[in-house]
């Protein structure tokens, strides 16, 4: 259903990346097929933006999912980080971003 989705190897990885995509997108109020699909703009990249509203969702994915899941650290591999405060955009990019690409 999703065409960037990675190729799973089992049911069960398919239904977590199923309901992860469904939980962020839910999140940020997204439609999960924007999320998934690759789309070229027409809108040059220097006048593409992020509202605040949207980052302020941003904001509150990172605080309740960083806590909730236990995301680990880009960086440093087995490194977990717990401190909402201390997710930079590569930790966002690992935990969320990368598991639905």
Same mark, same amino acid.
């Given at each position: 259903?999703?065409?960037?989705? $990675?190729?799973?190897?089992?049911?069960?990885?398919?239904?977590? !990346?199923? *309901?992860?995509?469904?939980? @962020?997108?839910? #999140?940020? +109020?997204?439609?999960?097929?924007?999320?998934?699909?690759?789309?070229?703009?027409?809108? $040059?990249?220097?006048?593409?933006?992020?509202?605040?509203?949207? !980052?302020? *969702?941003?904001?509150?994915? @990172?605080?309740? #999912?960083? +806590?909730?899941?236990?995301?680990?650290?880009?960086?440093?591999?087995?490194?977990?980080?717990?401190?909402?405060?201390?997710?930079?955009?590569?930790?966002?990019?690992?935990?969320?971003?990368?598991?639905?690409?």
């Amino acid at each position: 259903a999703y065409p960037l989705l $990675p190729v799973v190897t089992s049911g069960e990885q398919a239904s977590q !990346l199923e *309901r992860n995509l469904h939980e @962020v997108s839910e #999140f940020l +109020r997204l439609d999960p097929s924007l999320v998934t699909c690759r789309e070229y703009s027409s809108i $040059p990249p220097e006048k593409r933006c992020v509202t605040l509203a949207e !980052l302020k *969702r941003i904001g509150g994915l @990172v605080r309740q #999912f960083c +806590r909730r899941h236990g995301w680990g650290a880009a960086r440093e591999p087995h490194a977990r980080i717990g401190d909402p405060w201390a997710v930079s955009l590569y930790d966002l990019v690992y935990n969320v971003v990368k598991p639905l690409a």
